[in-house]
């Protein structure tokens, strides 16, 4: 089972849920020409899917990261903002 490295884009706040291969470990998230990804590790060959959540949070931000459950991830800098991301692994 061959695993590679793929880059996913994130909107600037809130939840988003992130379908990925099953199996996949979410690895990072880097500013990239002005906006946030978030680079997972995948089986290319896995055909079921299973849905991580992310959150991204400006700074000064409430969290509502499902109870806090959700794991920080990594912070962010994009143009003269500030995010962080956390992410909660698929259930199952």
């Known amino acids: 089972m061959p695993r590679t490295i793929h880059k996913y884009p994130l909107k600037p706040s ?9 199996g996949s470990r979410v690895l990072s998230a880097v500013e990239q020409n002005n906006s946030i990804v ?12 299973e849905t991580h959540t992310l959150y991204v949070y400006g700074t000064g931000h409430v969290l509502d990261h499902n109870g806090g459950a959700a ?5 962010v800098k994009v143009g ?4 962080h991301v ?3 692994p698929a259930v199952g």
Request: no cysteine.
């Open 38 to 49: 978030v680079y997972a590790e995948v089986d290319d060959q896995q055909q079921e899917t």
């Open 86 to 88: 956390y992410h909660l």
């Open 14 to 22: 809130g939840e988003q849920p992130l379908p990925l291969p099953r």
């Open 71 to 75: 794991k920080f991830i990594d912070t």
């Open 80 to 83: 003269p903002y500030v995010f």
